[in-house]
């Protein structure tokens, strides 16, 4: 039998992604992710896997992220029950988004949910199938496999993956992180492969500097202080937060961000920054050294956090300049929704969006610029100033996508995932016309021999 990989998601878009990988003795998977975004998406998420899971050996994770791990409770429900391999910081971080999404799935996110994708008992029995592994560490989860993560860059515990089976080796880019950015450390260069699963999100274009990023940032928050109004940040719990709350704790302790409110208002990503604090040994050269003097680099005078939905409703009735961080990161769910709806009819209001924004996500439209939005049944009227930073998002741009790719000497054939076909296509010109390999684009559901 000859060794397959079919694309079951992320394949022509963003999210869900998983891949399924055959050979004559075992069947394993790379992630097992959520799909997101309009109710097309999410009907994904409710069909039946297109394999027994009863006949998965075993799941390798990437890292944390919902559109990567988000299924796992309902691979579990549906008799999964071979290992998952990751790292101890995915593990710890995939414990509290898991759980919070069995929350809100057990709650209902939208009038259209007719039952939960899982519930909070699958999420905590899925707990149990996990072992952890370090970066750079060889481990054999079957005879005649071999695996090794390495650091991806991309958010705390984020992986690489090296696979090799029967003579093949096969590595899966996972995500990859925006390379040079505070916090994380750079993706690690991998020299030998026969196949390549590279993500593409940011495939076709490319971020501001960073540098650019802190100054645009610091401006629209002197704008706010200035015009006495909310900067509102719609933020994913995990990494954009806590990058932001770095930032802005460097810009304290330079002296240069304005005495005004930060609030974060997100109990999940104060549960993850608590995290973060874990794992600083994880983190980059700059961070050790601020570390030195600093000893809470995500804390400063002027910042607080909610915990409860009373302290979160009473932020409407906040006057004056305020930042206010807030989930979700694509404003489709969550308090921030609560703040747009408060303020988005305000034309001193500014919304800065720090991420990818998935297509028909609310995030997208207001980008888009539209004029009109239904929030909560509630029909608004756009007079906000939205706003985009791409600089602060954690996908490499076109350029570290392509510096990644050019770390691999032995020609491997590139599958490119992970990406809206927009931005698939213009990065295989470039893999082909400047690195000389092979790239290919699949659909989803497609099965390639390897």
């Not at 990644?404 to 995932?417: D, E, Q």
């Given at each position: ?5 079919q ?13 399924l990988v ?17 109710a097309a ?9 297109p ?9 390798i ?9 988000g299924?796992?409770?309902?691979l ?31 709650h ?16 905590t ?20 496999i071999?695996?090794?993560?390495n650091?991806?860059g991309h ?7 090296e696979?090799w ?6 590595v899966f880019s996972?995500d990859?992180?925006?390379s ?7 993706p ?13 999100t ?67 990503a ?8 874990r ?21 400063f005078?002027?910042f607080?956090?909610?915990r ?7 932020l409407n009735q ?7 961080i807030a989930?979700?990161g694509?404003?489709d769910?969550?308090?921030?929704q ?9 034309p001193?209001?500014?919304v ?6 998935t297509?028909?996500t ?23 100033q ?10 490499a ?19 490119l ?26 659909a ?7």
């Amino acid at each position: 039998m000859a060794n397959t990989i079919q694309f079951l998601g992320a394949a022509g878009v963003v999210t869900g992604s998983s891949y399924l990988v055959s050979t004559d003795s075992a069947k394993f998977l790379i992630d097992c992710g959520l799909f997101q975004g309009a109710a097309a998406a999410d009907r994904k998420n409710y069909q039946s896997f297109p394999y027994n899971p009863t006949k998965i050996n075993f799941l390798i994770l990437t890292h944390a992220h919902l559109d990567h791990c988000g299924l796992i409770p309902k691979l579990y429900r549906d008799g999964f029950r071979g290992r998952i391999y990751t790292t101890p910081a995915t593990f710890d971080l995939a414990q509290a988004i898991l759980t919070n999404a069995a929350q809100i799935q057990e709650h209902g996110v939208t009038d259209k949910q007719l039952e939960a994708l899982f519930i909070k008992r699958d999420a905590t029995n899925s707990f149990k199938l996990f072992e952890t592994h370090e970066y750079g560490k060889t481990f054999s989860p079957m005879p005649g496999i071999k695996v090794r993560l390495n650091d991806a860059g991309h958010i705390l515990g984020a992986a690489i993956v090296e696979v090799w089976i029967q003579g093949q080796k096969l590595v899966f880019s996972g995500d990859l992180g925006n390379s040079p950015v505070p916090i994380m450390k750079d993706p690690t260069i991998i020299r030998d492969a026969n196949y390549v699963i590279c993500e593409s999100t940011y495939g076709d274009r490319l971020h501001e500097p960073p540098s650019a990023r802190e100054k645009n940032l610091l401006a629209t928050i002197k704008q706010a202080a200035r015009d006495g109004a909310k900067l509102i940040i719609p933020s994913f719990a995990l990494e954009r937060s806590q990058d932001l709350l770095y930032t802005l704790n460097n810009f304290r302790n330079s002296g240069v961000l304005p005495n005004i409110p930060v609030i974060l208002d997100s109990p999940l990503a104060s549960q993850i920054t608590d995290i973060f604090k874990r794992y600083t040994k994880l983190f980059d050269a700059d961070f050790q050294r601020y570390l030195k003097t600093d000893k809470d680099l995500f804390d400063f005078p002027g910042f607080r956090q909610t915990r409860t939905k009373f302290q979160s409703k009473a932020l409407n009735q906040l006057s004056g300049a305020a930042v206010i961080i807030a989930g979700s990161g694509m404003a489709d769910a969550g308090r921030v929704q609560h703040h747009l709806l408060h303020h988005l009819d305000e034309p001193r209001t500014q919304v800065l969006f720090v991420g990818f924004q998935t297509p028909n996500t609310l995030g997208r439209r207001l980008i888009n610029g539209a004029r009109q939005v239904r929030i909560m049944r509630h029909r608004i009227t756009v007079k906000a100033q939205i706003k985009e930073l791409g600089a602060f998002s954690a996908h490499a741009d076109q350029a570290g996508l392509l510096r990644w790719l050019s770390g691999f000497t032995s020609k491997p054939t590139v599958f490119l995932t992970h990406g809206e076909n927009i931005s698939r296509e213009a990065l295989a010109k470039k893999v082909l016309s400047k690195l000389k390999l092979k790239a290919v684009i699949p659909a989803m559901g497609e099965i390639k021999t390897i």
